[in-house]
């Protein structure tokens, strides 16, 4: 490896197609199985759009996510570290909506990757030494580089999450 940013992108790329194991798989029915009675999921509004459950303060128990939960949070969290990344303003959660069926999810997912593989792209060493507020507080003095490989451990940590909730669709209940 060259550079950070050469790291950077083989462990996104890396991540990318692990979660490929798991996307290629997944069908519509898999997106509003509801693997607890306590979870949360997307629900289709009066206007059309797909909102999904939240709290500002997470639950106790912590509610178990659907996989169509779980690809809308992918898409707000790297929609804004993206806008983020190119100085835009953050999406407020409250104006990401679920694509509404696993293929759309899943192009609007490849979109978010192409956008961030040009965030990446266009990152010199100076670009990752920069300051950045998202998603931590500003006062905590990470750079670019950092949210880089914050964007790779959650992509890694929601697929995981993903691909755990498919196989034990797939397994089938306990008898």
């Keep these: 490896m060259s550079s950070r940013r050469d790291l950077l992108r083989w462990q996104f790329d890396l991540v990318w197609s692990l979660s490929q194991l798991h996307f290629e798989a997944l069908t519509d029915d898999d997106t509003h199985w509801t693997p607890a009675a306590v979870s949360w999921t997307v629900h289709r509004g009066a206007d059309g759009r797909w909102r999904p459950d939240f709290a500002e303060t997470e639950p106790d128990p912590v509610p178990v996510p659907t996989i169509g939960w779980l690809t809308w949070h992918i898409d707000w969290w790297w929609s804004s570290a993206i806008a983020h990344a190119q100085r835009r303003p953050v999406p407020e959660r409250t104006e990401v909506y679920w694509a509404g069926d ?3 999810a899943l192009a609007r997912l490849h ?6 593989l040009a965030v990446l ?3 010199d060493e100076a670009a990752l030494d920069a300051a950045t507020s998202y998603p931590w507080p500003a006062e905590a003095g990470l750079t670019v580089a950092h949210l ?9 940590k929601n ?6 909730l498919r196989m034990l669709r797939a397994a089938g209940p306990v008898h």
């Design 121 to 123: 792209d266009r990152a």
């Design 148 to 156: 880089a490989a914050w964007v790779d451990a959650e992509l890694m």
């Design 111 to 116: 979109t978010l990757r192409e956008q961030w």
């Design 102 to 104: 696993i293929a759309a």
């Design 159 to 164: 697929v995981t999450e993903i691909g755990q």
